[in-house]
């Protein structure tokens, strides 16, 4: 009961203080938000990437189960989609709050602009959402005929979705750093890879929470090996990419492109590249995955951690260094020396709090509400009393 | 319908900063969004150095990243070639402001991504915009492109213009004269 | 909570197209909401600095919505520069005093009625006169708008302490012209082939038109040369920019006409004819030579000669610009400068020449006649402006405007009117200046709350902003050149936005209060019928056209001659003279010769720099500081950094942006640098726009740093100027910003 009423009082205090943030924002604008007429896109982007990715990365694991058979998934499936659905709700909050205007959002459907890929990616995103919602019905009803349908569709659009949402930074034709045609495909692989963060921390939550059924514990015990396999594998790809982009950057002739590399190579991103981008999302979990084997749980849970805090500030990294660097407008203008400014305000910080804190607040509502054991050990915890069912819910958020 | 350009001879603009008050007076910008702005560029070492001006706005391009990137079509081209924004229908996602590489946006108070509309309320009665009235080196001069006899076409023909950073593709309006 | 850019637009289209416009407007309701409006265009003058520019001014329902220049006007002729826009917005300012105050305590004011101001300012004026004498009153303006309704005081109570701003601006000029020419003729800029701007930013100190015709000339084939040690807004128009050690132009000067002496390439018939004093000029300066100047200036001797050849063969349709505040109150040579350019004008004998120099058109307006004529004996001018034995020399007209707290200690003067100026701001020294307070009874008449309102005076009378009054006609003249006599009007476009009045509704008010009953007793329609009557325009067609261009006379490309066929310029002999009269009179040199500035930076000293300013294109000195548009464009582009060339901030570690201490004997600043190439390695420059220190004036408020900061209050001999660039200042490294 008390690590209940922390965890909700946690939860509950990073989303009020999300709120004030929010109304700051609201009443203020951008005047208090760390964006610029240079910099128009601020933390709450990166912010929005970070959520809807791992949104779409938990569909992909969940999809594992009902649309590649994988069964062994099979006993996350119902709290992925859960996840799921409160990440992606909070990444329409944070984006909700970065647009200047979003209730002429109706406009996306009166008023369509095929050639833009925010069309696109609100179209993509609006549907996902609404099957994402259908999906779990049908999963708590414990239709398989329905959710093999529907499954493959949500993953289906969920790739699309986040593709399209690299190709939102993808076709900025001005920014080098990100005119880019991989970084779609990018942006799919670190969706993957974010999923799979999330679930490592939720399995060993639940691991250890001593009111999972006996059965459940055993079921998630198998997943660790082949989660540390794909974890490994995805990082592989990753570093790939990126060491690709790197010299692909450094020995082509994009303009902006190499200055903004340079800055992580050397300038305003360095720290955080290296340590938090390269150091948290890449070579902590390859360390901790490759050396606790005895400890695969554990090594996963702090993997997991690790990777997200790494991905969350490389989303933000990768939101700043396409803008910081001045536009070659002019050769030589005095107005384009040096970094265009840039910075999180504490109201963008306390919207990301919200979006976190409102995440942990929906799971848990989630497993009071419904029951998201698999069918066969219904039985079982159903007999169990309401406060315990809660109080296991609480452990599977992170 | 006519097919509106501006012709820019910076080499005659001493950096007075009138086009831009100008403007912020006729459109009643907000203090933080300005249409139109100077590039100051130093080249050469003392005591042979020089300072160039150059003055930028929004290029009117007749390939506009910033059309193509707004989801609800509150930026358009409109077919005298002016990109204009219907206030109405954006969202202020500040995609036109990430796409466009001339930095021509600024962002107001309403948090909609303004920009320079040519003034077409001034085009179309064959008048100059303030900017281009009040400029006493007469820096600016803009016309229709499709009247062979307009004074634009006039003055593009006696000079060699070239546009910026065409090699985005943008297809700028606005023409420099080299 | 959205405000909207175009709210103005709403409102007003609300009324006129009811529920006809949405919510937002868009670029097509724009165009339909600017028809419906209910929109009035009235023609005036400008007042974004002194050239007064003919503007319209767009009222839209019943607010100011923007000002263009007027078409016909010809120093705007249809375009106007950023502060003529800027300014018209302060209208609805923030700094603008509200009402008539008096002082409780330092810096500190309470409102009082119109009624109670004028009785207490009445009585004390009264007593103070009775006590000392009328000519204890001091009369102090920027000049020479206020002369009008200060002259009838002055005179009535006997004083002759008339000063105006020109002291700290450009008296150096104007007192070598009257002395050699007996009056200031202006480049024909339009049809010049060869112009050469020294110290002269027309650029910054704009007239849209002169500057219309400056670029137009250029584009026919007119050569432009720059010289100035700072590269200035007219050398980006340029064919050369030559900068030159600050201090040196004389020198430059003496070289230029030595090389068209020596070379024979002066207008030998024009000087023969008009010239007076030449010869004795020769034997003074016949050793100046191109090496002597490269010596003084930095400039090759080749340069120099290369510059007076041209200069030479493209005469007369070639000039020196006669200036403005740029070089005329900077140095101690600042005269004998100034008299070298009339010197050099005469040797192209360009006088009355198209493509020259050229006169005004004269105006001969009516004159109102007065009924309260007593006028009371006046002592000598306390400033000693033609005082022999003091300041013989120096043009009682404008006398020294920066030794007036030295004119109140000595007893001279106890009261004073302080009309539109600011010398805490804009004259040497500040903390000097605030001693105006220990006057016995100072009154001030500004728009805002500028720094001698709050800090030195007892009562302050706002005058209602220029675009709510109605002045009398003016002739459209000076620094320009064309052919036809205009007239313009400065007439009220809108209703006082406060307790503020006109000029002379303050005078009245005063003086009816002293017991003078009728020395205000007309008005602005009034005197506008008498001066009117002889010009055939009647005060309506004025008021309607705003600015009128009169075809009935116009000026000739002639040099005046009289009856005899001699000429006939105000001058002691009629011509133009080398030898200022009046100079030699009071024991001074008439002949312009070589005289070293006062004060150089030691060159072997890393961080020592002679203190230069200048005009920002979109500010008017201090006055338009505390505009928020203009202050935009201050933020915007670095407008406050001190211009530090490349080479000496890399020997004292100076980068681009870096904060720097500045310190002269007066003064230790802090201040941003931009390290440039464009300027002389042994100055650093500041625009003269900044260091608002009146916290009543948010938006200059603690804003840059001003040049008058460090620079005593000093007096030039023969001009009274204030040789503001006389100064050496040291630059470290740090400073908090």
Known sequence: MLKQKLWIGISALLVLIGMAGMINIFLHGEHVMGTTNYVPWGSLIGAYVFFVATSTGLTFISSLAHTFKVHKFDVLTKRMTLASIATLLMGFVMIGIELGNPLAMVYIILSPNFTAPIFWMGLLYSFYLALHVVEFYFQLKGDHKKINVISPIVLAVAVAAQSTLGAVFGMAVARGYWNDAYISIYFILLAFISGLAFVSIMMFLMSKADVISKKTKDQISQLPPVMSKMILGLLAAAVFFNVWKWIYTLSGNVPGQADAAMLMAGGALTLPYWLLEVGFVFVVPIVLLLTLKKQQGLALMLSGLSMLIGIFAMRMIMVFAGQAIPLNIIPGAESATGLREFSITWSEWATFGFGVGGTILIYILGEKLFNLNLEDDHHTESEKSGEKMTNTGYKYAR | MARYGLLIDASKCTGCHACSVACSMYNELEEEVTYNRLEFIERGKYPHAVMEIVPLQCMHCDNPPCATVCPTNATFKREDGIVSIDENKCIGCKACMTACPYDARNLNEGRIPEKCRWCPEMLENGKQPACSSTCMNEVRLFGDLDDPGSEINKKMAQHEVKQIIPEKGTQPRIYYIK | MKMKRRSFLKAGAATAAAAAIPFKLSISDFKEAAENEDMKRIATTCNGCASMCGIYAYMKNGRLWRVEGHPVHLKSKGRLCARGHGMAADLYGKGRVPGPMKKVAEGEFEPISWEQAFKEIGEKLTKINEEHSGNSFLWLEHGVRGKRYADPLLDRIGSSNYITHYSTCFSSKTNAWQQMVGGMLNGDHANAKYMIFEGRNFAGGIIPNGMNQITKAKENGAKIVVIDPKYSEIAKIADDWIPIRPGSDLALRLAMAQVMISENLYDKAFVKKYVDGFEEYWHENKDKTPEWAEELTGIPADKIREISREFAANAPEAFIEPGWHGLHCHYINSTQTAQMGVILNALAGNFYKRGGLMPSANVDFGEYLHKDIVETEKGPRADGAGVEGEYMTVEPGRGISQTVPDMIADGKIKSVFIYHFNPLRTAPDPEYQKKIKEAELVVSIPVDWNETSVFTADYILPESYYLERTEVPTAVSGHISHDYPQISIRQQVADPLHDTKPLIDIMRGVTKAMGYNALYDFTVEDEMKAMLEPVGVSP??????????????????????????????????????????????????????????????????????????????????????????????????????????????????????????????????????????????????????????????????????????????????????????????????????
């Open chain 3, 540 to 737: 309506e067609q004025l008021k309607e056209a705003g600015t009128v261009e009169l075809q009935t006379s116009s000026v000739k490309p002639e040099f005046p001659v009289n009856m005899q066929g001699k000429p006939a310029l105000g001058t002691y002999t009629g011509k133009i003279q080398f030898s200022a009269e009046l100079f030699r009179i009071d024991g001074k040199k008439g002949i312009p010769t070589w005289i070293p500035p006062k004060v150089e930076p030691d060159r072997s000293k890393a961080d020592q720099f002679r203190l230069i300013h200048g005009k920002q294109p979109y500010h008017s000195h201090h006055v338009t500081s505390n505009n928020p548009h203009l202050v935009k464009i201050t933020e915007k582009y670095n407008g406050t950094a001190m211009w530090m060339n490349s080479e000496r901030a890399e020997k004292l570690g100076i980068k681009d942006g870096d904060q720097v201490t500045i310190a002269s004997d007066l003064a230790t600043k802090s201040i941003p640098v931009k390290v440039t190439e464009l300027i002389h390695p042994e100055c650093v420059w500041i625009s003269s726009a900044y260091g608002g220190f009146s916290d009543k004036l948010q938006t200059s408020y603690n804003l840059g740093v001003n040049y008058n900061d460090f620079i005593p209050a000093m007096v030039e001999p023969y001009s009274g100027t204030t040789m503001s660039q006389e100064v050496v200042v040291t630059v470290s490294k740090g400073g908090e910003a």
